[in-house]
């Protein structure tokens, strides 16, 4: 067997904006794909709600993004043969064809979260263990990372830097490292292309002032093809929506609205309503629908866009909260 992969591109990705992507869901001759006969294991991510619920619970936080997080839990040499790929040196078509082989878990092969989480855990289990001065750093390891995520508030930023120096070293028992720590207060740096904000469990996170907003994209009309949108609709909207307006482009564009927190909930349950009154008409997915509904779905589609400038305090304890004794 050997992995199908792809070039596909990621625009807003300092560190990989052009990447191989495997697709271990690609069907084989038999009908079977690698994901097709793997079991996905048990649950054992983090909730994304309560992570969330705890990083706005206290006045300072920081966040950390471990690097190559995935291709920090080695494979047992007895599953080698579910990870060879084929390669040309340079991609070049006249180059010798020659077998590879992955000796980590990738992303996109259906177990590997949860087989790198569970990796967290044991290594957070063993920090405990080993260097029970480093429990902080073992725990937020375990309770608030979310993927390659961690994000987690205390009550000082002395706090929030001990905290992110034990992470660190949990991480580093198991020859893992976090790319770099964002603290409240600060301007981010290797993580951020514009040097502002930073992409934390589907919302953005704006450090400096400590401001939680949305995470909105430029509206476009098309398919991301290997990653790459079409070009972003600029200017009055109407006549574009117009050739595209059909309930699977409305749905698509409220569907990316990802607010667990439901700090938009007045607006997106106006959406919602507008939504089902669509839905009442009983169209087909790619039937155009009548321009009677279209000045306020222009209208809903200007108010998406808008709500990226719509910003939350991270930290709902007031000012003047004393920490607790």
Same mark, same amino acid.
């Given at each position: ?38 079991? !996905? ?12 619920? %705890?990083? %706005? =619970? ?14 920090? +839990?080695?494979? /047992? ?25 992955? /000796? ?17 855990? @044991? ?37 929030? @830097? ?28 290797? +993580?951020?292309?514009?040097? =502002? ?21 430029? /509206?476009?009309?098309? !398919?991301?093809?290997?990653?790459? @949108?079409?070009?972003? +609709? ?19 564009? =409220? ?16 959406? @919602? ?27 809903? /589609? ?8 719509? =910003? ?14």
């Amino acid at each position: 067997y050997y992995i199908p992969w792809r070039v596909v591109y990621k625009e807003n990705s300092l560190s990989t904006p052009c990447c191989m992507v495997f697709d271990a869901s690609s069907s084989t001759p038999g009908g079977d794909s690698l994901n097709n006969i793997l079991a !996905k294991g048990d649950n054992k991510l983090g909730k994304i709600l309560d992570i969330l619920i %705890r990083f %706005r =619970t206290k006045k300072h936080a920081f966040a950390g993004d471990i690097r190559m997080a995935y291709n920090g +839990v080695k494979l /047992l040499p007895p599953y080698y043969k579910f990870h060879r790929y084929l390669w040309k040196n340079d991609m070049n078509d006249d180059n010798e064809l020659e077998t590879y082989v992955l /000796l980590t878990l990738i992303y996109g092969v259906k177990p590997s979260g949860q087989q790198t989480i569970t990796g967290f855990s @044991k290594l957070a289990d063993h920090c405990e263990e080993a260097h029970p001065e480093h429990k902080n750093g073992a725990n937020a390891l375990r309770e608030d990372a979310y993927m390659d995520d961690i994000i987690r508030a205390e009550h000082t930023i002395e706090d929030c @830097k001990k905290t992110s120096e034990s992470i660190a070293f949990t991480l580093g028992l198991g020859s893992m490292a976090v790319k770099c720590f964002t603290f409240s207060g600060t301007e981010p740096q290797e +993580v951020s292309a514009d040097k =502002t904000h930073i992409g934390l469990l589907g919302y953005n996170w704006l450090p400096k002032d400590d401001l939680i907003t949305t995470d909105i994209k430029d /509206l476009y009309f098309g !398919k991301v093809k290997r990653g790459k @949108k079409p070009e972003p +609709v600029k200017g009055d909207i109407s006549e574009a929506l117009r050739k595209n307006f059909t309930r699977r482009v409305l749905v698509g564009e =409220t569907a990316q609205i990802f607010d667990p927190l439901g700090l938009l909930t007045p607006i997106t349950a106006k959406l @919602k309503l507008d939504l089902h009154e669509l839905v009442s008409l009983k169209l087909d997915w790619d039937t155009k629908i009548d321009e009677k509904f279209l000045e306020p779905w222009v209208s809903n /589609l200007v108010m998406i866009n808008e709500l990226r400038l719509v =910003t939350f305090p991270r930290a709902v304890i007031p000012e003047n909260a004393k920490p607790r004794s």
